[in-house]
Every structure is written in C-alpha cells, then in structure tokens.
T-cell receptor
C-alpha cells in the first residue's frame, strides 16, 4: 500500500507570513493532486501536478513536484485568513485492478488576523 | 449548478440501526466514490464505482454496502451501525479515472453519530 505523509500536521501563523507544507510518498507518483477543505465542506481541487520538477502557481500558492516524483510541496506567500483550512494531497494509484485516490492525513492551517 | 448532493447532512443513530446515505450527481460522471473522514486520518476510501452496475471495495469496506443502478446515484448503506462508524462521510464523483488527473468533485458531507 502506498502511503502519503503530510507535514506538518498543524500550522498556526499570522497573516502576512509565508509557509510551506509537504507531501511525501513511499513510492513514485504518477500524478499528485492538492485539495483544500474548509470547515463543513468537502475538499476542493487546487491543482494537479504530473511531471517531475513541475512548478505551478495559483495566485499566492506555489506547488512543486519533486524531480523524482516522490514528494511535493505547497508554498503560500503572504498568507491571508481566507487561506485557513485543511490542505490534502492525493495520489492516484491503480493496483490489482483498483482505481482510486489515496489521500494524505492533511495539514491543518490556521491563519490568525 | 448542483454538482454532488448528499443527504442527510446530519444523522444520529443507535447501535444496530441501519440507514442509507444518499449521493446524487448531475454531471454525468462515470466514477463515484465514498470516503469517511476521521480526525487525523484524512480521507479513507470505502467503496467506489466506475459506472452503473459496477462497484468495488476500497480501503475500509466492512460494514457498508453500495449499489449503482443509475449513473446519477450512489447510495451507501450501513447494515448494522456501530460506534466505530461515527464519522463524516463524503461522496465524490469524477470522469473516468483511467486518466489519473481527473479532479474529484465532493459533496458537503454527512455527519453521522452512532450512540
């Protein structure tokens, strides 16, 4: 079973600070997705990364896929209170005929005003 | 613009009771899935379906049944509720997962408590 580890588990910062959260796998990703989940809602896709070394930007969010495709990071510049939420990475896998996404346990981010 | 709709939003059950969590999507998606979310454990896959009439087990299927008689609906049945099934349940849908970068569209969840 492929495992996804996310770190840190919790992060509390002040508005305006920068932060980075990480997602690591025990094996090579075919692709990786990042989701954000706000309280009382389901996760919403932020980005999909496919190619090793790929960097994608979404406003103040920068997503990076490791060269070896076993790790990914999410960097937020000048965090805002609206960035508060649970950040989840997810890896697609297809083994023994099962097609499914495996999610990490998430990084819970609290941005204080 | 409904997307994925889950009902009910909240439910309290007694141990041993059965119930069905409903999930419907209006995007003509082939792939549908059920996850449970527990504190500190992320989302764990219960069952999934790649199309009408086809279902398969995920990571934590015990105590749950599913069926997929139409493309739109994918109900999750708890056969005999146990306190360990207290959780938040999410339904998701996407286009065919043969291509690994399909986004999952999630409902807003059902919060289930088993007493």
């Amino acid at each position: 079973t492929q495992l996804l580890e996310q770190s840190p588990q919790f992060l509390s910062i002040q508005e305006g600070e920068n932060l980075t959260v990480y997602c690591n796998s025990s094996s090579v990703f075919s692709s990786l997705q990042w989701y954000r989940q706000e309280p009382g809602e389901g996760p919403v896709l932020l980005v999909t990364v496919v190619t090793g070394g790929e960097v994608k930007k979404l406003k103040r969010l920068t997503f990076q896929f490791g060269d070896a495709r076993k790790d990914s990071s999410l960097h937020i510049t000048a965090a805002q209170t609206g960035d508060t939420g649970l950040y989840l990475c997810a890896q697609f896998h297809m083994d023994t005929g099962r097609r499914a996404l495996t999610f990490g346990s998430g990084t819970r981010l609290q941005v204080q005003p | 613009n409904a997307g994925v709709t889950q009902t009910p939003k909240f439910q309290v059950l007694k141990t041993g009771q059965s119930m069905t969590l409903q999930c419907a999507q209006d995007m003509n998606h082939e792939y549908m899935s059920w996850y449970r979310q527990d504190p500190g454990m992320g989302l764990r896959l219960i069952h999934y379906s790649v199309g009408a009439g086809i279902t398969d087990q995920g990571e934590v299927p015990n105590g749950y049944n599913v069926s997929r008689s139409t493309t739109e609906d994918f109900p999750l049945r708890l056969l005999s509720a146990a306190p360990s099934q207290t959780s938040v349940y999410f339904c998701a849908s996407s286009r065919d997962l043969s291509y690994s970068n399909q986004p999952q569209h999630f409902g807003d969840g059902t919060r289930l408590s088993i007493l």
